[in-house]
Structures are given as structure tokens and as C-alpha cells.
């Protein structure tokens, strides 16, 4: 079994669609992230969210909403996209508060916006 | 702020040789991560360190909290350890800054 699973893997789609991109582990962690890696292959947190407390970059758009329906899932919402929103995003999870421990990725889902 | 450096951004050896890379930053941190991006993308967490020296098979990674300082060895290096390596920081409440990634091949 996938710890950490991300669907769709490649999501193409026109500007100005909505799109989600959802995230489940089944590892029993109590903390989520999403990340947007650019085509620099720079990683940038997006969202952590612990115990129903989000924390949000302060640079990611308000287009871009997590949404959890249980500590299981984080799936990333994202509207009106932008021909800047195209990257490859990647979920991730871990044990305690932000960066407090190993964190286990999904194999990322490649966006591209036309 | 945590401005998070890594050298080299790229580096090219020959199979068995001692690899060394590098990750500095400005402010003081609580943790550091080593994480590694295979060629077809997919990221592993290697190493989370708040001080000393941490070893798992051929990997070292170690910490110099004074200096702001960590490194990351491969012993006996391996075309199959060719990948990016990307350090991260943990800082303040919940703060969370990457290095742009060393970019490492081995060549057999």
C-alpha cells in the first residue's frame, strides 16, 4: 500500500479552470503539507495543516485553498488558474508540527495550465 | 527570513568517490533535513538533524549548529545515488525554507 497517495499524477488543463488535487496517507500522521516544486525544481512549502490548525505561506494566491475532511486527506484546491500555477505539486506527511519530523511524500501530481 | 544556501549546485564524480555537499543558513534552526529527488522525480526524506551526526549505510550527515553548518557525505559513491540533494530548515514557529537542491551524478 501507497503511505502517501496523490491523484491525479498529471493534471492538464486550460486557464481559468478549477481544479483539485487530492491527498490521502495512511500512516497515522497528525501532520499534512502540500508543496509546489517550480520549473527551477525549487521546492516551496505551501500549506501545513496539524490537528485542524492551518498554516499558510503568506505568498500562495487565495485561489489556492487545502481542505481537510479528516487528519487522513488534505486535498488542494486551486481556482481561475494561472499559466504560473503550472508545476509539479506533492503532498506530504509527518508526525508532530511543521518540520518536527521525517516526512513521507507522494510521488507528486505535474500541472500544466494552457 | 532563513536564507538557505547549498554548494555545489551541481557536481559530476566517478563511481567510489567520497561526495560532499554543502548547506549553510542565517538564522537559527530547530532542524535540518536532508531529503533526496530521483531522477523520475519522486522525494525521500533521508536525514532530520538538530545537532551531531546521523548514519545510514554510505550516507553521513552532519551538523554544526554554531556555525550554521551542515554536510551531507556519500561514501563509496554509486551511479544509483546520482539525484538532486535538497537540504531544508526548520525555523521559528513553523518555518520552513529549502535549499535549491544539489544536483549529483555519478559516473560508472
Known amino acids: 500500500d501507497t503511505a502517501v497517495s496523490q491523484t491525479p499524477k498529471y493534471l492538464v488543463t486550460q486557464m481559468g479552470n478549477d481544479k483539485s488535487i487530492k491527498c490521502e496517507q495512511n500512516?497515522?500522521?497528525?501532520?499534512m503539507y502540500w508543496y509546489k516544486q517550480d520549473s527551477k525544481k525549487f521546492l516551496k512549502i505551501m500549506f501545513s495543516?496539524?490537528?485542524?490548525?492551518?498554516?499558510i505561506n503568506e505568498t500562495v494566491p487565495n485561489r489556492f485553498s487545502p481542505k481537510s475532511p479528516d487528519k487522513a486527506h488534505l486535498n488542494l484546491h486551486i481556482n481561475s488558474l494561472e499559466l504560473g500555477d503550472s508545476a509539479v505539486y506533492f503532498c506530504?506527511?509527518?508526525?508532530?508540527?511543521?518540520?518536527?519530523?521525517?516526512?513521507?511524500f507522494g510521488a507528486g501530481t505535474r500541472l500544466s495550465v494552457l | 527570513k532563513n536564507e538557505v544556501e547549498q554548494s555545489p549546485q551541481n557536481l559530476t564524480a566517478q563511481e567510489g568517490e567520497f561526495i560532499t555537499i554543502n548547506c549553510s543558513y542565517s538564522?537559527?534552526?530547530?532542524?535540518l533535513h536532508w531529503l533526496q529527488q530521483h531522477p523520475g522525480g519522486g522525494i525521500v526524506s533521508l536525514f532530520m538533524?538538530?545537532?551531531g551526526k546521523k548514519k545510514h549505510g554510505r550516507l553521513i550527515a552532519t551538523i554544526n549548529i554554531q556555525e550554521k553548518h551542515s554536510s551531507l557525505h556519500i561514501t563509496a559513491s554509486h551511479p544509483r545515488d546520482s539525484a538532486v540533494y535538497i537540504c531544508?530548515?526548520?525555523?521559528?514557529?513553523?518555518?520552513?525554507?529549502f535549499g535549491k537542491g544539489t544536483h549529483l551524478i555519478i559516473q560508472p
Open positions: 506530504a506527511s509527518g508526525r508532530g508540527g511543521v518540520g518536527k519530523n521525517i516526512q513521507y
Open positions: 500512516l497515522g500522521h497528525d501532520t
Open positions: 495543516y496539524n490537528n485542524k490548525e492551518l498554516i
Open positions: 538564522v537559527g534552526i530547530s532542524a
Open positions: 538533524l538538530s545537532s
Open positions: 531544508a530548515v526548520v525555523w521559528g514557529a513553523d518555518g520552513l525554507t
